[in-house]
């Protein structure tokens, strides 16, 4: 090792390449128009995932009715968690304390992308 590693250079190379390959340079809007400024691209993905969970908005009735089924295996205490209102910034502040890597559901969407993309959280 008194020479040192040779492949450093090599594995820092690549590495920075993976890293300019992950990135999102543009996406294309509703008029198939490429965006490429971080406001535009900023304002697809809010309208993108705001559409996503318009789709299914289920009532609180078809939860209850969910949460109450004989094949719940909730127990009380964890129905009542997730039948409390939340807010942006906790939901922000929950994103940003996980680590990177870490994938947030079955999404397997990882932390990191919502951490770098710097999208506001709105209501």
Request: glycine share 4%; proline share 5%.
């Amino acid at each position: 090792m008194k020479i040192g590693d040779h492949n450093t250079k090599f594995f820092l190379w690549k590495a920075a390449g993976h890293r300019a390959r992950n990135e999102i340079k543009g996406l294309i809007n509703d008029n198939e128009v490429l965006c490429d400024k971080k406001y535009d691209m900023e304002g697809i993905m809010v309208q993108y995932f705001s559409e996503l969970f318009q789709l299914f908005n289920p009532s609180s009735e078809h939860w209850n009715r969910v949460l109450d089924s004989p094949f719940s295996k909730l127990p009380q205490r964890r129905s009542d968690f997730l039948a409390l209102s939340f807010s942006a910034m906790k939901v922000q502040k929950a994103v940003f304390h996980m680590l990177p890597t870490k994938a947030s559901g079955i999404d397997s969407m990882l932390a990191l992308i919502y951490q770098n993309v710097g999208l506001p959280l709105r209501p």
